[in-house]
């Protein structure tokens, strides 16, 4: 039986100033930074392609993610 997968939206934030967060940014195609083996998805708060993929919930805190499609920034919740 396949696990049903949650879709999260996160926050939309400004670019941060330089040298204050580390920002994670898919190189190449596609837009997914990260893969795991949980059932959480966290999507572009803006055009809700997914960033991060199957990870548990409050396992990422704090981080911010560049989306490859639309280009703005994403924010994890602490």
Known sequence: MAMKQRRVSLAV???PEPNTRSVLIRSGEG???MQG???VI???GNCHEPLVQGIEMKQ???LV???NNCG???ETLA
């Open 13 to 15: 934030i400004p670019e």
């Open 31 to 33: 837009t997914v930074v």
């Open 37 to 39: 083996e949980g059932k």
């Open 42 to 44: 966290l999507e572009c």
């Open 60 to 62: 990422l805190k704090n």
């Open 65 to 67: 993610f560049k989306c």
């Open 72 to 74: 703005v920034y994403n």
